[in-house]
């Protein structure tokens, strides 16, 4: 079994940051990639940033130059900078290992304006 549990988000004024963890347990071997997904009050689960075993991280358009993620072992991070209202939602940690997925509980940001 694995586990993802998130950790880091709250209430936060536009324009600060926060950064957001997740450590994985459990039956680890192959990671093939990591990543944080986020879902606001529309249905759609939508990428926010990944980063593979050693290889790129990518981003996505709207969070470019503002966000950063990282990883050391099995824990990543989001720094989350120059937060904007529309930045909030639910944000779900999210690892394909051995060509499976694991998701995280998910932990709630709030901006306000």
């Known amino acids: 079994q694995v586990q993802l549990v998130e950790s880091g988000g709250g209430l936060v004024q536009a324009g600060g940051s926060l950064r957001l963890s997740c450590a994985m347990s459990g039956s680890i071997s192959s990671i093939n990639r990591m990543g944080w997904y986020r879902q606001g009050p529309g249905p759609q689960r939508e990428l926010v940033a990944t980063i593979t075993t050693g290889g790129p991280t990518n981003y996505a358009d709207s969070v470019k130059d503002r966000f950063i993620i990282s990883r050391n072992k099995n824990t990543v991070y989001l720094q989350m900078n120059s937060l904007e209202p529309e930045d909030t939602a639910v944000y779900y940690c999210?690892?394909?290992?051995?060509?499976?997925?694991?998701w995280g509980q998910g932990t709630q940001v709030t901006v306000s304006s």
């Open positions: 999210h690892a394909l290992i051995l060509y499976m997925n694991y």
